[in-house]
């Protein structure tokens, strides 16, 4: 689809589409990942702004359950400035919101601020990427291509990895493909409806060991000052408010949870604690969970397993379980909105930790399958798994390998109708 110079469009709905104006062209240019900033290594994936605009918009489109959407985006002379006009097929509900989520997306209040807060890191000496890596350098990289209309949750991480950025999709990673896959384990029919995020350092990076490099998120992303932008709370707030409420929000892994700290005054946040907090003085309560970093399962093995590469990390069952508890809370505080946060979480840790029915250990076996850090142990398909915690009584322990005895396997697989979403996914090429 090619940019065109034309006569400016009011911001409406028509028959022709959903036709709105998203910005100037510079300031989208230097919000959207592009070929006139970047850093060389991936400019030549962002050489178009209105094909970058299109394929993030129809991402987001898609993950907001939009079928066969089709996005067409033109350069207007409007009042002397240069601005990105956006045509939206079909009209419908969800595509009329982005008339107005997207814009609000990329304005200075917002975006904006990211971008604030990239620049005056740039300006600090020592700041911005002191250790690089060859071929690896940092860049600014907004939450695009992700539910902006329909999200049930919001996820608050560190920061995106590297291949997110190359590979033109924030969730084209192992963190977000195993936190999807978990989540279908634990019952969302529709994973990528939980998986709207906001870092609290939005730039692509190295994807471990590059966090205690990374600029501090409240002095850079969340203050008022010259040091940098404004922006973790206000973008929070934008992507978890629906007609005067709030949706719910989890704290993934340590630097995230230290952050949130901040954020919401306290001394610090530990894994599965859970609450409410205001992100502005008249933004309705928004309830929240901490939980450990998705990554942290592929970290752990089973107790007593030999392996090299377990090392101390032998805690694989007990923070799987962590997990589905924060999955559990993720999907109940989106279906029946107002419950106290600590009582859905009591709820949760009684169905996944303290007595969880068959049906939750054999979830949670095959998770822990999947994911054990030692590869012996790891099955190589979500239905090899199923059938080594059937034949060993939902205990994913029982051996450190896949092996098991075909005939112990206690009844058959289940048919693809009633496969939890993910199913076909180990993740495990990321690894």
């Keep these: 689809m090619t940019a065109v110079l034309g006569s400016p469009q009011a911001h409406a709905t028509t028959t022709e589409g959903v036709v709105y104006t998203l910005g100037s062209e510079s300031t989208l240019r230097n919000l959207y990942p592009d070929a006139s900033w970047l850093p060389s290594a991936y400019a030549d994936s ?166 205690q490099y990374l600029p501090d998120p409240i002095t850079h992303f969340n203050t008022d000052t010259a040091a940098g932008g404004d922006y973790l709370a206000p973008m929070l707030q934008l992507l978890t408010e629906s007609d005067g409420t709030s949706r719910p929000i989890a704290v993934f892994g340590s630097d995230a949870r230290d952050a949130w700290a901040n954020m919401v005054g306290r001394k610090s946040v530990d894994v599965l604690d859970a609450g409410t907090t205001h992100l502005a003085k008249s933004a309705p309560a928004t309830p929240w969970i901490a939980t450990n970093h998705p990554d942290v399962t592929s970290y752990n093995c089973c107790p007593g397993d030999p392996a090299s590469r377990c090392g101390n990390s032998h805690n694989l069952i007990g923070d799987e379980k962590k997990d589905f508890v924060a999955a559990c809370w993720l999907i109940t505080m989106s279906e029946t909105p107002g419950q106290s946060p600590e009582t859905v979480r009591q709820q949760c840790e009684k169905r996944w930790m303290s007595a969880p029915n068959a049906q939750a250990q054999q979830a949670l076996c095959v998770q822990a399958k999947l994911d054990n850090n030692n590869p012996a142990a790891t099955c190589s398909s979500y239905t090899e798994a199923w059938k080594y915690c059937a034949a060993h009584g939902a205990n994913a322990c029982a051996s450190h390998d896949c092996q098991y005895d075909a005939d112990k396997v206690s009844g058959p697989v289940a048919v693809p109708s009633e496969r939890p979403a993910g199913w076909g996914r180990t993740c495990n090429s990321y690894r």
């Design 46 to 211: 962002y050489t178009n702004l209105a094909e970058t605009i299109e394929h993030y918009t129809e991402q987001s489109l898609r993950r907001d359950g939009v079928e066969a959407p089709r996005v067409d985006v033109r350069f207007i002379e409007e009042n002397e400035t240069r601005n990105v006009e956006v045509t939206i097929h079909p009209d419908n509900e969800i595509t009329r919101r982005y008339a107005d989520i997207h814009p609000a997306f990329f304005d200075s209040d917002h975006a904006g601020q990211a971008r604030a807060g990239v620049s005056a890191c740039k300006a600090t000496k020592g700041c911005w990427d002191p250790k690089p890596r060859a071929d690896q350098p940092w860049a600014m990289f907004l939450p695009l291509g992700l539910p902006l209309a329909t999200q049930q949750t919001v996820l608050f991480l560190d920061y995106p990895p590297i291949p997110a950025l190359t590979g033109r999709d924030y969730l084209n990673n192992y963190t977000m493909c195993r936190w999807g896959r978990l989540m279908g384990a634990a019952g969302a029919a529709t994973p990528t409806a939980f998986e709207t995020i906001v870092d609290a350092r939005p730039i692509a990076a190295p994807g471990s060991g590059e966090s």
